[in-house]
């Protein structure tokens, strides 16, 4: 039942269809999720990234979360991030801008989420670090001026999205000439061309794209047993969580390691 129930959800999102229940559900999932799950272990909600090759350096404390730091260091790395005003978008338990605002002195950094209940937890969980706030808001709907940001960092959200292209239209307006538009998240892969366009509808220009795929099964891999013990607290609502937390055995983890479901990343810029 709640296999078939998430798998109906990922076909939903996959076919674009009814985009606003959709986007009230996911709401209602990520509010419910911060109000039962509070740990202050807990700062990711991404399925992770563990690269080929050698490690990227991180601190003994952060080492735990490797997996779920590696979407935001391989969407950061080689940007001019030092100085620059950066907004992510659908920021969830703050623990990428955290990341980000330790490892690569941003001037400021806002994370921005449409859970009031997950923006209230990420201000808690991070409210030990500077230059570093929360606000509640809508990807659709910016609430930031015209060319007022840097760089905008979206992870894993955009599937939750009832319009991409209206998303990445007000990415477009709230950057400045030149900024950066870093962006990672999973489709089927009939999907993929609709995504392109949808994003390149904006007039940013495509300056990177890969397939993390690999990468992402690697993390999922590396993260299941943590995942598990943690999801063996919630009773009630296991397996959805396991399909949710793509756990192995997972349609989504299944899909994920046979191709059918693709995890892409891509950087844009705005003309200068
Ligand atoms: C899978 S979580 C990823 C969170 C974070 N990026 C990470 O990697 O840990 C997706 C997040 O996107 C947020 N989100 C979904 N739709 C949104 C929207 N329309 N506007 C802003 N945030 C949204 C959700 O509330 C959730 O926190």
Redesign the pocket.
Known sequence: MASRLFSGMLEAMDRGAFPRSR?WL??RL?DMLARFWRDDDWR???YGFLPAGEPFPLKPEDERDRA?IG?YQQAVSGLPMAGARLL??????G??ARYIALYHAPATITG????PA?VRLARRLNRDVSGLSFEA????RLPFANGSIDVVVN???SH???DVAAFAAEVARVLAPGGWFTFADMRGRESLPELNRQLAASGLLLRRESDLSPGVVAALDAADRRKRERIEKAWLLRRFMSEFAGMKGSILYSELASGGVVYVARRYQKPG
Do not use: H, P, Q
């Open positions: 986007k996911w709401r990520y990711f909600m991404n779920f979407l992510e978008v659908g920021s969830g338990r623990g990428g921005l989420d449409y859970s997950t808001g809508d990807a659709e992870i894993e959200s939750c999205y009832g």
